[in-house]
C-alpha cells in the first residue's frame, strides 16, 4: 500500500498569506496525484488532479506542484473561504489512499 | 450540474446489514466509475470499493472486502453499497463519489455527494 504523509497536521496563517501543503508518498506514483477541499460538515472537493492541473472551476490562487513521492499545494493568497483541511490522493496503485490531511486554521 | 445525493445511512447493531444507496443525475451515470468512500467521526479520508461503468469489475479495500457489495443499476441511475458484518469500527460518514472518465476510469473523485451516516453500536 502507498503511504501518503502530510507532515503538517494543522498550519495557521492570516488572510492574504501564502501558504503551501505538502505531501510525500511512499513510493513513486508518477503524476496521479490529487488534492481536495473539505470544510467542516461538507463532502471533500476536488481542487488539482494530475498532480497540477486544477479541476473546473478552482481558481487560480490553488497551484499544485511535484511528481514521483514529492508534491505541494500552494495557494498564493488565502481567502476566508480557503481555511478547510486539505487531503492529498494517490490514484497509481490499489488501494486508492489519502494522507491524513492538513487542516489550515485562521492564525 | 452534477448531484450525488445519498441515503439509507442509520444505527445498526454490531454484526448486522445495512444497504446504501446513491441517486445521480446530471452526468452519465451509464459511462462512470463509481466510488463509496468513508470518514470516521473526526477521521480522515478512506476509499471503500470501486466498480466500473458496466457494474462487470470491483475493487474493494482489505477493511472491508468479504463484508460490502458495491453494485450499481445504470437503469435507475443508482449506485449501491451493501454492508454486512458490520463492526463498530465501519461507524463513518459514507459519500458516493463519481468518475469523470468516460468508460475509462482516471480514479481520483470528481464529484462528491453530501453523504449519509452509518452508526454501528449495541
Known amino acids: 500500500e502507498i503511504v501518503l504523509t502530510q507532515s503538517a497536521a494543522t498550519l495557521s496563517v492570516s488572510p492574504g498569506e501564502r501558504v503551501t501543503l505538502s505531501c510525500r508518498a511512499s513510493?513513486?506514483?508518477?503524476?496521479?496525484l490529487a488534492w481536495y477541499q473539505q470544510k467542516p460538515g461538507q463532502a471533500p472537493s476536488l481542487l488539482i488532479h494530475?498532480?497540477?492541473t486544477r479541476a473546473t472551476g478552482i481558481p487560480d490562487r490553488f497551484s499544485g506542484s511535484g511528481s514521483g513521492t514529492e508534491f505541494s499545494l500552494t495557494i498564493s493568497s488565502l481567502q476566508s473561504e480557503d481555511f478547510a483541511v486539505y487531503y492529498c490522493?494517490?490514484?497509481?496503485?490499489?488501494?486508492?489512499?489519502f494522507g491524513g490531511g492538513t487542516k489550515v486554521e485562521i492564525k | 450540474q452534477v448531484q450525488l445525493v445519498e441515503s439509507g445511512g442509520g444505527v445498526v447493531q454490531p454484526g448486522r446489514s445495512l444497504r446504501l444507496s446513491c441517486a445521480a443525475s446530471?452526468?452519465?451515470?451509464?459511462?462512470?466509475?463509481m466510488y463509496w468512500v468513508r470518514q470516521a467521526p473526526g477521521k480522515g479520508l478512506e476509499w471503500v470499493a470501486v466498480?466500473?461503468?458496466?457494474?462487470?469489475?470491483?475493487f474493494y479495500a482489505d477493511s472491508v472486502k468479504g463484508r460490502f457489495t458495491i453494485s450499481r443499476d445504470n437503469s435507475k441511475n443508482t449506485l449501491y453499497l451493501q454492508m454486512s458484518s458490520l463492526r463498530p469500527d465501519d461507524t463513518a460518514v459514507y459519500f458516493c463519489?463519481?468518475?469523470?472518465?468516460?468508460?475509462?476510469?482516471?480514479?481520483?473523485?470528481?464529484?462528491w455527494g453530501q453523504g449519509t451516516l452509518v452508526t454501528v453500536s449495541s
Open positions: 446530471g452526468f452519465t451515470f451509464s459511462n462512470s466509475a
Open positions: 466498480i466500473a461503468y458496466d457494474g462487470r469489475n470491483q
Open positions: 513510493q513513486s506514483v508518477s503524476s496521479n
Open positions: 494530475g498532480a497540477s
Open positions: 490522493q494517490q490514484y497509481l496503485k490499489w488501494p486508492l489512499t
Open positions: 463519489a463519481n468518475d469523470r472518465g468516460v468508460v475509462t476510469p482516471t480514479y481520483y473523485f470528481d464529484s
